[in-house]
């Protein structure tokens, strides 16, 4: 993966899509300088016939991209180049059309295509007729971005363009700027923080081929472990069999077994700052695996289990309290209560707990979680594992900064 643009001044991406509101993005371009960016812009080819790319060429002091096509035969890949050179991408504003190309995953031009391509966080400020605004399935695509951890930043209320009155004109430009803002400092609120996550199930073989497991897929330590990475950590994933591919930047410590998970987090401990324990480690295990494929009617009537180590427990024992520790709890019960448990009896600092009797949880691509602290438990709405990786990593960068004072 190529490096970003390493200079102290983050880069803010501004796509600009054709919208009577694309005469404000000028104004926003404008003020993230005056923040303190160094602003490219990459417009849809309908948003020229609003405002012309010598506009922004002049306002910015930078190469305008309105092409997939490079303009050079040695030019680099204009969509590749322009996602990993961006700290934060913002379009502003982004039409009903441009929302629903991106909500689907479509890449038909430069501008949705580097938003597909970036790893950097992206900020939509959607600007269309009310009418279009309330669509249901506007709002669909609306709240599916969000749960993927875009961020929205919903459209103002009052005369618009075509003469309606109502929600659809583009947020005021200082809120659209405050929002990329909070973004570009997430991006580096975790650098050089060394970050430990477990994630996935364990396996505990009877024999060659059964074992006892569960049904984690990982998913959501995954999404941990790659946010951390884009926030700039140095991030080591323990992770049990899963079928999930590695993460971006992200060291990958593949095991099978609990007993394996234990000594790989105990190995990394020394060097870590952080430790999220998303892993669904198994409590049990045979006692006694058998060597190769047992035959049926040479299965064993019943079989012996003996406790696997708590992982989780002999991390928190360790931590003096210059780490920040997070366990999980997917319960079927009341979560909260084994949350609160979970918290004194393995000196976590959050545990972030979920019920997984119902639909959601493990394998799914969603889910609803609380954060509980010895304070506090803050109940989420359903959301995609990405946005919840988000909010998590929020909270632990603001424990970290609470206890060192920063």
Same mark, same amino acid.
């Given at each position: 993966?190529a490096t970003?643009?390493?200079?102290?001044?983050?880069?803010?991406?501004?796509g600009?899509?054709?919208?009577?509101?694309?005469?404000?993005?000028?104004?926003l371009?404008?003020?993230?300088m005056?923040?303190?960016f160094?602003?490219k812009?990459?417009?849809?080819?309908?948003?020229?016939?609003?405002?012309?790319?010598?506009?922004?060429?002049?306002?910015?002091r !930078?190469?305008?991209?309105?092409?997939? %096509?490079a +303009?050079?035969?040695?030019?680099?890949?204009?969509?590749?180049?322009?996602?990993?050179?961006?700290?934060v991408?913002?379009?502003?504003?982004?039409?009903? /059309?441009?929302?629903?190309?991106?909500a689907?995953?479509?890449?038909?031009?430069?501008?949705?295509?580097?938003?597909?391509? #970036?790893?950097a966080?992206?900020?939509?400020?959607?600007?269309m007729?009310?009418?279009?605004w309330?669509?249901?399935? #506007?709002?669909? /695509?609306?709240?599916?971005?969000?749960?993927?951890?875009?961020?929205?930043?919903?459209?103002?209320?009052?005369e618009?363009?075509?003469?309606?009155?109502g !929600?659809?004109r583009?947020?005021?430009v200082?809120?659209?700027?405050?929002a990329? !803002?909070?973004?570009?400092?997430?991006?580096h609120?975790?650098?050089?923080?060394?970050?430990?996550?477990?994630?996935?199930?364990?396996y505990?073989?009877?024999?060659?081929v059964?074992?006892?497991?569960?049904?984690?897929?990982?998913?959501?330590?995954?999404?941990?472990?790659?946010?951390?990475?884009?926030?700039?950590?140095e991030?080591t994933l323990?992770s049990?069999?899963?079928?999930?591919?590695?993460?971006?930047?992200?060291?990958?410590?593949?095991?099978? #077994?609990?007993?394996?998970?234990?000594?790989?987090?105990? #190995?990394? %401990?020394?060097?870590? +700052?952080?430790v999220?324990?998303?892993?669904a480690?198994?409590?049990?295990?045979?006692?006694r695996?058998?060597?190769?494929?047992?035959?049926?009617?040479?299965?064993?009537?019943?079989?012996?289990?003996?406790? /696997?180590? +708590?992982?989780?427990?002999?991390?928190?024992?360790?931590?003096?309290?210059?780490?920040?520790?997070?366990?999980?709890?997917?319960?079927?019960?009341?979560?909260?209560?084994?949350?609160?448990?979970?918290?004194?009896?393995?000196?976590?600092?959050?545990?972030?707990? /979920?019920?997984?009797?119902?639909?959601?949880?493990?394998?799914?691509?969603?889910?609803?979680v609380?954060f509980?602290t010895?304070?506090?438990?803050?109940?989420?709405?359903v959301?995609?594992?990405?946005?919840?990786?988000?909010e998590?990593? +929020?909270?632990v960068?603001?424990?970290?900064?609470e206890?060192?004072?920063?």
């Open positions: 993966m970003k643009h390493t200079a102290k001044q983050q880069t803010v991406l501004v600009v899509t054709g919208g009577i509101g694309a005469y404000k993005a000028c104004e371009v404008r003020t993230l005056r923040r303190g160094r602003v812009v990459v417009m849809t080819e309908a948003a020229t016939r609003f405002v012309t790319p010598l506009t922004f060429r002049t306002l910015t !930078e190469p305008v991209a309105t092409s997939l %096509w +303009d050079e035969p040695g030019d680099p890949v204009h969509h590749i180049s322009l996602a990993q050179e961006a700290d991408v913002v379009v502003a504003p982004c039409t009903a /059309n441009v929302l629903a190309k991106i689907h995953g479509r890449a038909d031009d430069l501008l949705t295509t580097t938003v597909l391509a #970036t790893e966080p992206v900020v939509l400020a959607p600007a007729n009310v009418h279009m309330r669509k249901d399935i #506007t709002q669909h /695509n609306v709240e599916a971005l969000r749960a993927r951890g875009f961020v929205v930043v919903a459209p103002a209320s009052g618009l363009a075509c003469g309606d009155v !929600e659809g583009l947020a005021a200082e809120d659209i700027a405050d990329v !803002e909070a973004e570009a400092r997430r991006v609120g975790l650098a050089g923080v060394r970050v430990l996550v477990t994630a996935g199930p364990t505990e073989p009877i024999d060659a059964r074992f006892i497991g569960n049904r984690s897929s990982g998913k959501t330590g995954y999404a941990i472990a790659e946010e951390a990475a884009r926030r700039g950590a991030v323990i049990g069999p899963t079928a999930l591919p590695d993460p971006f930047e992200v060291r990958v410590v593949r095991v099978t #077994t609990a007993a394996e998970m234990r000594d790989a987090a105990l #190995t990394a %401990w020394p060097d870590t +700052d952080v999220i324990a998303s892993a480690v198994s409590d049990v295990r045979p006692a695996a058998y060597v190769g494929k047992l035959k049926k009617d040479a299965l064993p009537e019943a079989i012996e289990l003996e406790r /696997n180590p +708590d992982v989780l427990a002999e991390l928190g024992a360790l931590n003096d309290g210059s780490r920040v520790v997070v366990g999980f709890a997917a319960e079927t019960g009341d979560p909260v209560a084994e949350a609160r448990r979970k918290l004194a009896a393995k000196r976590c600092d959050l545990v972030v707990a /979920n019920d997984v009797s119902g639909e959601l949880g493990f394998g799914t691509d969603a889910n609803r609380i509980v010895a304070t506090a438990a803050e109940e989420l709405p959301m995609g594992k990405r946005a919840i990786a988000r998590l990593l +929020d909270r960068a603001r424990i970290r900064s206890r060192l004072g920063t």
